[in-house]
Each structure stands twice: as structure tokens, then as C-alpha cells.
Nanobody, 121 residues
Framework: QVQLVESGGGLVQAGGSLRLSCLASGSISSINAMAWYRQAPGKQRELVANIITGGTTTYADSVKGRFTISRDNAKNTVLLQMNSLKPEDTAVYYC???????????????WGQGTQVTVSS
């Protein structure tokens, strides 16, 4: 029904930058919000940044001032610009979308497959 496909992960040195992209496709009527989560080895998945329709954003305290989330509503795409990366940012990053399918009023949640971000010291 819906696919979220992430791209842009990789290996970068501390202080460097990466940009993650996520494209939502399928039988989508409307997207309420999109977000990026991350999960480091041995840790729980945590919210990194969230953006709702209209553009309001929220960030985890650990990434404020370094990461920027943005969204292209027309293309059902969400971006995460990550600057001044630190080794503790190393994790698998997951795209998340809360949306409505065609012909349905029910709000549903979907996840991407994840993309690895590794920051070396």
C-alpha cells in the first residue's frame, strides 16, 4: 500500500555532514506528519525530528542546532540535513510517516527500512 524509501546514509568523519532523504509512495491520500527516528546498538529507538503539515518542527535536544528537517509536500518527501555530526549520532535512521490512505479516514503509521549512519571519531 505504502512504501517509505530512505537514502543518503553512509560513513562520515566527526564534524561532517550528511543528508537523508525519504520518499513516501503508494495509495496516499494525505500525510499528517513525517519524522526521523534512530536506533543505536543496544538502545531504544528514539525520535530525532518531526515535521507536521504546515511546517511545525520538533527536535530531540541532542540534535537541536545541528539537524534540520524539511518536507516537500508535493513530492511526499522528507529530508534530514545533519551537520556537525558526532560519533554518538551513529545509528540506523528510520523514516516514519503518519498518513491516510485513499478512501479512508483512518490515520496510519508506516516505517522505512532504515539507513545506516556511521560517524567516525
Amino acid at each position: 500500500q505504502v512504501q517509505l524509501v530512505e537514502s543518503g546514509g553512509g560513513l562520515v568523519q566527526a564534524g561532517g555532514s550528511l543528508r537523508l532523504s525519504c520518499l513516501a509512495s503508494g495509495s496516499i491520500s494525505s500525510i499528517n506528519a513525517m519524522a526521523w527516528y534512530r536506533q543505536a546498538p543496544g538502545k531504544q529507538r528514539e525520535l530525532v525530528a518531526n515535521i507536521i503539515t504546515g511546517g511545525t518542527t520538533t527536535y530531540a535536544d541532542s540534535v537541536k542546532g545541528r539537524f534540520t528537517i524539511s518536507r516537500d509536500n508535493a513530492k511526499n518527501t522528507v529530508l534530514l540535513q545533519m551537520n556537525s555530526l558526532k560519533p554518538e549520532d551513529t545509528a540506523v535512521y528510520y523514516c516514519n510517516a503518519r498518513l491516510r490512505l485513499l478512501f479512508s479516514d483512518r490515520l496510519r503509521e508506516f516505517w522505512g527500512q532504515g539507513t545506516q549512519v556511521t560517524v567516525s571519531s
